[in-house]
């Protein structure tokens, strides 16, 4: 299984941005999937949203109401829509790919990860 990630960049406190993971293998049909991120501060990958195979997510508290995690499994994609970002957001968004919820980072696949920075 591979995963990429795209759509990352830099925008202004308030703005949005959506990343998007190609997922291989029909592996979204297959597994749970989620987004994580790391700023160079953090010891360890921080979990934003996961999405099981029948739908159901989870956020993390400090993303609820501005992310949406969603999946098309037709094109074999994952998404996060971020809205009104904030310079906290900042961080390397890795997509991540675990046989069952929630994903072990230890465990998991991973994408190279898409660069998010916000800053006025």
């Known amino acids: 299984v591979q995963l990429v990630e795209s759509g990352g960049g830099s925008v202004q406190p308030g703005g949005s941005l959506r990343l998007s993971c190609a997922v291989s293998?029909?592996?979204?049909?297959?597994?749970?999937l989620g987004w994580f991120r790391q700023s160079p501060a953090e010891k360890e990958r921080e979990s934003v949203a996961?999405?099981?195979?029948?739908?159901?997510?989870a956020y993390a508290n400090s993303v609820k109401g501005r992310f949406t995690i969603s999946r098309d499994n037709a094109e074999n994609t994952l998404y996060l829509e971020m809205n009104s970002l904030k310079p906290e957001d900042t961080a390397m968004y890795y997509c991540?790919?675990?046989?069952?919820?929630?994903?072990?980072?230890?465990?998991?696949?991973w994408g190279q990860g898409t660069q998010v920075t916000v800053s006025s």
């Open positions: 991540g790919a675990y046989h069952t919820c929630p994903i072990i980072r230890s465990r998991a696949i």
């Open positions: 293998d029909d592996a979204v049909n297959r597994y749970c």
């Open positions: 996961q999405i099981k195979l029948d739908g159901t997510t």
